[in-house]
């Protein structure tokens, strides 16, 4: 079946400091992948989506590139602030469905 | 553009009681989902319509669980005869099957259930 890996955290950064997530999928099809975002107290957010390989989702300054020689989709910052502190999950949605497939989600804490 | 909307946002009750869980999707959304997360996890998929009709289901739905959505508007989820490891959060999506943002979905805040 279809699963999503993600680097276990806590993630502690200083600002201004560069920012990667790491996320490894396996998938029987082709599938979407994206990252969503949930800040304390709040719902998931989608924060960028990749749909093919080699696609490159952004988004406030958030990266992800979807590599499908790696099946990789990385999240990436060059300059986090406090404000990103914040639970980010990596997901995919397998070709011929509906459905999201999520990782166990990578908390980010960052210090002023 | 309200966003999915649930209600309530949380709910505490006795195991064994029965619980009812409403989401308002977004209002041109046909797609409505329910996931499950527990602490530390993330979102687990426990069903899924397409405008009124049940499409799929979890193996993870027990027969205690129940959803509906009737007319293809809101959904409900109920809990009957709830238990400890039913506390969770409860979280519904809607999203769209046509259009340039097909099958994104769009989360609401979620209901926190506590079984006591």
């Known amino acids: 079946g279809d699963s999503v890996t993600q680097m276990e955290g806590p993630v502690t950064l200083s600002e201004e400091a560069f920012l990667t997530i790491n996320c490894t999928y396996t998938?029987?099809?082709?599938?979407?992948l994206f990252w969503y975002v949930q800040y304390p107290g709040e719902g998931l957010q989608l924060l960028l989506k990749?749909?093919?390989?080699?696609d490159k989702g952004s988004n406030k300054g958030f990266e992800a590139t979807y590599r499908k020689e790696t099946t990789s989709f990385h999240l990436e910052k060059g300059s986090v602030q406090v404000s990103d502190s914040a639970v980010y999950f990596c997901?995919?949605?397998?070709?011929?469905?509906?459905?999201?497939?999520f990782g166990k989600g990578t908390m980010l804490l960052v210090s002023p | 553009d309200t966003g999915v909307s649930q209600d309530p946002r949380h709910k505490i009750t006795k195991r064994g009681q029965n619980v009812t869980f409403r989401c308002d999707p977004i209002?041109?959304?046909?797609?409505l989902y329910w996931y499950r997360q527990t602490l530390g996890q993330g979102p687990e998929f426990l069903t899924y319509?397409?405008?009124?009709?049940?499409?799929?289901k979890s193996r993870l739905l027990s027969d205690r669980f129940s959803a509906e959505r009737p007319k293809g508007s809101f959904s409900t989820l109920e809990i009957q005869r709830t238990e400890q490891g039913d506390s969770a959060m409860y979280l519904c999506?809607?999203?769209?099957?046509?259009?340039?943002?097909?099958?994104?979905?769009?989360f609401g805040p979620g209901t926190r259930l506590t079984v006591l």
């Open positions: 997901a995919l949605r397998d070709s011929g469905y509906s459905t999201l497939t």
């Open positions: 209002s041109e959304h046909n797609r």
């Open positions: 999506a809607s999203s769209s099957s046509s259009g340039t943002s097909t099958d994104t979905q769009y």
């Open positions: 990749a749909t093919k390989a080699d």
């Open positions: 998938a029987t099809g082709y599938p979407s």
């Open positions: 319509f397409q405008n009124e009709a049940q499409l799929e």
